[in-house]
């Protein structure tokens, strides 16, 4: 079992910065590759950005490439997601995932390639 614990989140104007993150329990972290997610009110949850167990391999959503950073730390267990130029449209609940599952681009993207998840954290962008 794993438990992840998303922080981080908050209100900022259009074309600030926030930094998330995801600090996870349980089991040895490195075993598992990362993810986050976000889900806007009345639409379905999307893929973020993700990092392999090692954090040797990133995949990015096409709408956060060059904003939004992913990095983790195994010494501190801990998952970051740095957003840089929000955009009002990043409005959404903001989730990080753990999986144990071959790191690949087509899993990656995908909720259900996931085992663990976090409970989520509001992120607000105002124009």
């Known amino acids: 079992q794993v438990q992840l614990v998303e922080s981080g989140g908050g209100l900022v104007q259009a074309g600030g910065s926030l930094r998330l993150s995801c600090a996870a329990s349980g089991r040895t972290f490195s075993n598992y590759a990362m993810g986050w997610f976000r889900q806007a009110p009345g639409k379905e949850r999307e893929f973020v950005a993700a990092?392999?167990?090692?954090?040797?391999?990133?995949y990015y959503a096409d709408s956060v490439k060059g904003r939004f950073t992913i990095s983790r730390d195994n010494a501190k267990i801990t998952v970051y997601l740095q957003m840089n130029s929000l955009k009002p449209e990043d409005t959404a609940v903001y989730y990080c995932?753990?999986?144990?599952?071959?790191?690949?681009?087509?899993?990656?993207?995908?909720?259900?390639?996931?085992?663990?998840w976090g409970q989520g954290t509001q992120v607000t962008v105002s124009s």
């Open positions: 990092i392999s167990r090692y954090g040797s391999t990133t």
């Open positions: 995932a753990a999986a144990s599952r071959l790191f690949v681009r087509t899993g990656v993207a995908t909720s259900d390639w996931y085992d663990y």
